[in-house]
């Protein structure tokens, strides 16, 4: 007797019991490779859209302004999972990098990322997992007098399309030089508001109009303010959620071409952080330089509204006297890539611990050692992000003497610290940077890979 084809072993199951078995198949590799055995098993993972949805959290990658690459901080790789890297090679200008290069990520969504290259007036959008890039072409914007060119920001929803947006949002310019008196009056943003947007669907870019919904967030005059700290962005449930100028949140909805301004909290600090956690949009604000404020926030009847989730205490942070050591590393690509440009450094070699951190066990290992002392370091404390499927914020610490540069995860729920390790990358005194952890100097954000290879053919 023949053994049956391929088809045939997967008719012998119902439709409904090969998804639920399907469903329970673990990591994104293995259900890639469950996806080539037949087109029945094809068909019902890309119908279900069950590889997209596989965004495991893998690790933060870290932007140091003035090396040439980013960092990417993470747990040891488990046994057969690929390792995210923040290694560039797969670019194809990637032999230009030199170590005072200005290569680094603008933005990311759903693991892909949006790099400005060594030149400002090109981007790649691309996915380390699977070393896939595309090329942007060039936004040929036309702006004039006080308002200048802005950011970039990534909009990418795997579970609904391979497809991605890059929106460009201007900024107002600070000072006094080419500014018409007569502008300083008129509200900001407009309505309708003139954006940028690159499709990857018609792979070009294009001016789309949003219709303000709801209230300006003030009068240029009052938006036209130096802006300090990362300017990220958010996106959930098919909004794309943009930190702007003046600390006010832009709500993108992408399907009703309208936006809205949602003011920052009433009692904010000096300096906050834009993030995606457990129960959508989060934000972190610091008061003074000994606690941090956490909020989330809530949308009913079209109305939004900043809850205060808590009132954080930095002293398990500031304190800590432990190791610098802990189970995670930093990939220090940086070192690997430019080693030869480098003085004779002693690398010392990590030793890693027998434990790995885990999130999702709640009875983790409290591995704080916090000692008293009457004269210690001043610290610079920076927010890293947060965790996308848990509350954790992840902190970092340096200090004053550019030393022990370390990371913290902050449970929020129990208040319980833990230490990751050392973020400080070797050789970093050679590139003539300041505290690694400065706003202005750093720029950070926890990455989840997407592992489908289903991306739109590059536009070059």
């Known amino acids: 007797m023949e053994p049956p084809e391929d088809g045939e072993l997967a008719a012998l199951l119902p439709e409904d019991v090969l998804v639920d078995v399907l469903r329970r198949v673990t990591g994104p590799r293995s259900l890639a490779v469950s996806r080539c055995v037949c087109k029945a098993w094809r068909a019902i993972i890309d119908g279900e859209g069950l590889l997209r949805r596989q965004l495991p959290f893998s690790g933060i990658f870290i932007c140091f302004r003035r090396l040439c690459l980013p960092e990417f901080f993470s747990r040891p790789a488990s046994a057969g999972q690929p390792a995210i890297s923040g290694k560039l090679d797969f670019l194809p200008r990637a032999t230009e990098l030199r170590p005072h290069g200005n290569c680094y990520i603008e933005d990311h969504c759903n693991g892909l990322l949006l790099l400005q290259g060594t030149y400002i007036d090109y981007h790649y959008v691309l996915n380390p997992a699977t070393r896939w890039w595309n090329t942007l072409p060039l936004c040929l914007d036309n702006c004039t007098g006080g308002i200048v060119r802005g950011d970039y920001y990534l909009a990418f929803d795997p579970t609904v399309s391979c497809h991605y947006q890059v929106f460009q949002i201007p900024s107002l310019r600070w000072g006094k030089d080419e500014i018409d008196p007569l502008e300083e009056t008129s509200e900001w943003p407009p309505s309708p508001y003139i954006l940028h947007v690159f499709s990857s669907r018609r792979g070009c870019w294009e001016e789309r109009l949003f219709v303000r919904e709801g209230d300006a967030a003030g009068t240029v005059a009052k938006a036209r303010v130096l802006f300090e700290g990362q300017r990220n962005s958010v996106y959930w449930r098919g909004s794309l959620y943009v930190r702007c100028q003046s600390d006010f949140v832009m709500r993108i909805s992408l399907s009703e071409d309208k936006y809205s301004v949602i003011k920052p909290p009433m009692d904010i600090g000096w300096s906050s952080y834009l993030g995606l956690s457990e129960k959508g949009v989060y934000c972190a604000s610091f008061v003074e330089n000994t606690h941090i404020r956490v909020y989330a926030l809530t949308e009913s009847c079209d109305q939004f509204e900043w809850i205060l989730k808590n009132d954080?205490?930095?002293?398990?942070?500031?304190?800590?006297?432990?190791?610098?050591?802990?189970?995670?590393?930093?990939?220090?690509?940086?070192?690997?890539?430019?080693?030869?440009?480098?003085?004779?450094?002693?690398?010392?070699?990590?030793?890693?611990?027998?434990?790995?951190?885990?999130?999702?066990?709640?009875?983790?290992?409290?591995?704080?050692?916090?000692?008293?002392?009457?004269?210690?370091?001043?610290?610079?404390?920076?927010?890293?992000?947060?965790?996308?499927?848990?509350?954790?914020?992840?902190l970092s610490r340096s200090e004053d003497c550019k030393l022990n540069a370390m990371a913290f995860a902050y449970h929020l729920n129990s208040f319980k610290v833990e230490n990751l390790g050392s973020i400080y990358p070797t050789g970093h005194d050679y590139f003539s940077c300041s505290i690694p952890n400065e706003s202005h100097e750093i720029d950070s954000f926890p990455y989840t890979p997407c592992w489908i290879e289903e991306t739109p053919e590059r536009v070059n």
């Open 312 to 394: 954080y205490d930095l002293k398990p942070v500031q304190m800590f006297d432990g190791q610098v050591n802990g189970p995670w590393i930093l990939e220090d690509i940086n070192y690997e890539k430019f080693r030869s440009h480098l003085p004779n450094i002693n690398k010392e070699e990590v030793i890693q611990e027998k434990f790995e951190w885990n999130s999702d066990d709640d009875d983790f290992h409290e591995n704080l050692d916090i000692v008293e002392v009457q004269h210690r370091p001043y610290f610079e404390i920076e927010v890293l992000g947060f965790h996308p499927y848990k509350e954790i914020l992840f």
